[in-house]
């Protein structure tokens, strides 16, 4: 059982930056590819980026490439999501999640096992 735990969100102006982390309970964090996704209102869950087990491979969509990086500390137990510039459009509840057999498929709400309770990330013009 692996437990996450989202934290800095909030509000800041467009062209600023946040940090989100996610800490994960449980020793078998390492093994999970990690994905963050957002969900504004009225909208589906969506993608936002994902990375393997060892921090080599990362995946964004394209609306945050360029803007958003992901990066993981096995040590630590966290993922973290960096977002610079944000833009309005970036207003979302932010969530992580792992999954142990997502694979290709990162871009997928059901190929994870675990989430986290999200953090509101509010975006101002």
């Known amino acids: 059982q692996v437990q996450l735990v989202e934290s800095g969100g909030g509000l800041v102006q467009a062209g600023g930056s946040l940090r989100l982390s996610c800490a994960a309970s449980g020793r078998t964090f390492s093994m999970y590819l990690m994905g963050w996704f957002r969900q504004a209102p009225g909208k589906e869950r969506e993608f936002v980026a994902a990375?393997?087990?060892?921090?080599?491979?990362?995946y964004y969509v394209d609306s945050v490439k360029g803007r958003f990086t992901i990066s993981r500390d096995n040590a630590k137990n966290t993922v973290y999501l960096q977002m610079n510039n944000l833009k309005p459009e970036d207003t979302a509840v932010y969530y992580c999640a792992g999954g142990r057999f997502v694979g290709n498929s990162y871009y997928y709400t059901n190929k994870y096992d675990y989430w986290g309770q999200g953090t509101q990330v509010t975006v101002s013009s």
């Open positions: 990375i393997s087990w060892n921090g080599g491979s990362t």
